[in-house]
Nanobody, 123 residues
Framework: QVQLVESGGGLVQTGGSLRLSCAASGRPFDSYRMGWFRQGTGNEREFVAARNRGGTGLTYGDSVRGRFTISRDDAKNTVFLQMDRLKPEDTAVYYC????????????????WGQGTQVTVSS
């Protein structure tokens, strides 16, 4: 069992930055891959970014590539999502998730989910 708790969401203006954190507990952190997803109102949950353990491999969704950066601190059991040059269309609830399978962009591959943190980008 893995517990995930996100933090760092909030309200920011277009062009601003936010850094989300996700603290994990329950299993050795370096045994699984971590991902971020988001879900805007009325939209399906979509992939944002994922990173393998030890930083050996990462991938981003097309809409955030070049603006968002996923990182992880295995010593602190925490994964981060640095979000720069934010746009109103980035407004969503952001979720972190973990998977014991390979690096994946698919919702169904992720076994454990956090409760989400709201990010709102004003125009």
């Amino acid at each position: 069992q893995v517990q995930l708790v996100e933090s760092g969401g909030g309200l920011v203006q277009t062009g601003g930055s936010l850094r989300l954190s996700c603290a994990a507990s329950g299993r050795p952190f370096d045994s699984y891959r971590m991902g971020w997803f988001r879900q805007g109102t009325g939209n399906e949950r979509e992939f944002v970014a994922a990173r393998n353990r030890g930083g050996t491999g990462l991938t981003y969704g097309d809409s955030v590539r070049g603006r968002f950066t996923i990182s992880r601190d295995d010593a602190k059991n925490t994964v981060f999502l640095q979000m720069d040059r934010l746009k109103p269309e980035d407004t969503a609830v952001y979720y972190c998730a973990s998977t014991s399978t390979g690096l994946s962009t698919r919702l169904s591959d992720y076994e454990y989910w956090g409760q989400g943190t709201q990010v709102t980008v004003s125009s």
